[in-house]
């Protein structure tokens, strides 16, 4: 699989249609939890950021959709996510299970709030 990818659009298209759909719902989410989002590519997955701070990553391997919310999104949600494999920033969702979009719009959603919180504590008064 290729590995230096220009975009996420071309990210997503390298993956078979079934993990393509899948990816396109998660990139929705992101982007209507975050409309001002920037969106790249950083460590060779799509990458977002807020308010000039990393938001979400998130890749897709053979068995699963990992997405990596920081340490501070996954330890926020830590029960929910407890059913899923884990590591200190990131989270399995299988690809033979549905993807808890819900869930998953919840973290982006305290991720987006984490980062305008962390910018307003660093502006002077």
Same mark, same amino acid.
């Given at each position: 699989?290729?590995? #230096?990818?220009? %975009?996420?659009?071309?990210?997503?298209?390298?993956?078979?249609?079934?993990?393509? %759909? &899948? &990816?396109?719902?998660?990139?929705?989410?992101?982007?209507?939890?975050?409309?001002?989002?920037?969106?790249?590519? %950083?460590?060779?997955? @799509?990458?977002?950021? #807020?308010?000039?701070?990393?938001? *979400?990553?998130?890749?897709?391997?053979?068995?699963?959709?990992?997405?990596?919310? #920081?340490?501070?999104?996954?330890?926020?949600?830590?029960?929910?996510?407890?059913?899923?494999?884990?590591?200190?920033?990131? *989270?399995?969702? @299988?690809?033979?299970?549905?993807?808890?979009?819900?869930?998953?719009?919840?973290?982006?959603?305290?991720? *987006?709030?984490?980062?305008?919180?962390? #910018?307003?504590?660093?502006?002077? &008064?």
């Amino acid at each position: 699989m290729k590995n #230096t990818f220009q %975009s996420v659009d071309e990210y997503i298209a390298s993956f078979p249609k079934e993990t393509q %759909s &899948l &990816l396109r719902q998660l990139r929705k989410i992101i982007l209507e939890k975050a409309p001002d989002a920037t969106e790249s590519i %950083s460590y060779g997955m @799509p990458a977002y950021k #807020t308010y000039g701070m990393p938001l *979400v990553y998130f890749a897709a391997y053979k068995a699963h959709i990992g997405l990596y919310a #920081t340490p501070t999104g996954h330890k926020k949600f830590a029960r929910e996510l407890s059913e899923y494999r884990r590591g200190k920033g990131s *989270v399995q969702f @299988p690809l033979e299970a549905p993807l808890p979009w819900e869930l998953i719009g919840r973290i982006v959603d305290f991720r *987006v709030r984490e980062n305008k919180d962390m #910018t307003k504590r660093r502006q002077p &008064l």
